[in-house]
């Protein structure tokens, strides 16, 4: 990270959901290096501890609530849980998601739905009530989305990951536009397949298939965490300033590879 200048997001809150593992883990060390005070919440408390302790280990400063995205009461309470303790929220990461695979002749309605929830609904959920606040306070702000490229182009054995991930693109450009007035940004990131925690346990599962996409990336090799963050960073930061709806793919290539016949 040290292509961005030492205390860029000084005096500034960056609220992560699922900030206690894979790219939520990777965003929360980085911003946290660059001065921010950061907030991450998800549903296990263990996880986000121990991003909260390391943050606080490397001379930042971190706090944590529980939260499930679907669930929007406890979305609203912690929200005004976060005004109440660190005056509101400058930056939020929309990256809590969910993912399984399973061709979509066996995938149940709920199954289907579960992933809808996590990403999209919760996605929505969020930026409603951090935008509320924004709006009423005419305050500036920044979200970012953690998208997908498999929004694009189909999305063969997530299609509730797909479907939610195009519902998160078209959300990202609606709320851009309807926000823009007060100054409230909204882009989004779409990593290509990217090993973490929760990917390596229910997606890349089988080498085989790990050697065979990443055989087709242009640039050899899947998206890194640390890609992520360069991205997220530079979108919440005032390089970005004149940046709003846009949606980059971050994928080495990797959504193209269609085009080399
Ligand atoms: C280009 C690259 C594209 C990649 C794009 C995106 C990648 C990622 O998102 S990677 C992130 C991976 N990380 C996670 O998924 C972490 C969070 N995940 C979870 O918590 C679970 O996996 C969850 C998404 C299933 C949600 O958990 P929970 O709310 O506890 O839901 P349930 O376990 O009750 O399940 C609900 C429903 O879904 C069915 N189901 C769950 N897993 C599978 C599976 N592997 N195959 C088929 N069906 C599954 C489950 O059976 C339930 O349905 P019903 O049985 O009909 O009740
Ligand atoms: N890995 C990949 O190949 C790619 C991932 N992405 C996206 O990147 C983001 C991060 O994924 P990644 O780091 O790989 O995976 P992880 O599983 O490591 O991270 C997902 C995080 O989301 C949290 N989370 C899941 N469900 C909920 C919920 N209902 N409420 C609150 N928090 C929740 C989890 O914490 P907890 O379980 O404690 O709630 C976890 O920390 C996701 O949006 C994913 O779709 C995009 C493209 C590719």
Redesign the pocket.
Known sequence: MNVFQAGLFEGKVVLITGGGT?IGRALALAFGELGAMVVIAARREGPLSGVVKTIEDRGGRACMYTLDVRDEARVEEVVRGIWQDVGGVDVLVNNA??????PAV??????FR??LD??LVGTFLMSQAVGRRWLDEGREGSIVNIS???AEYG?PL?AH?GAS?AGINNLTQTLAVEWGGTGVRVNAVL????R?E??D???WTDAALVERVEEGIPLGRFTTPRDVVGVVVFLASEAGAFLTGSLIAL?GG?RLRSLIF
Request: glycine share 16%; aromatic share 2%; proline share 6%.
């Open positions: 894979g998601g969910g993912n399984f695979m399973s066996a995938m149940s309605a709920h199954g579960t992933v996590i990403n997908a490229t498999n999305s997530m990951s991930k990593p290509g397949p990217v973490t929760g990917s346990e229910r997606l994928d990797e």
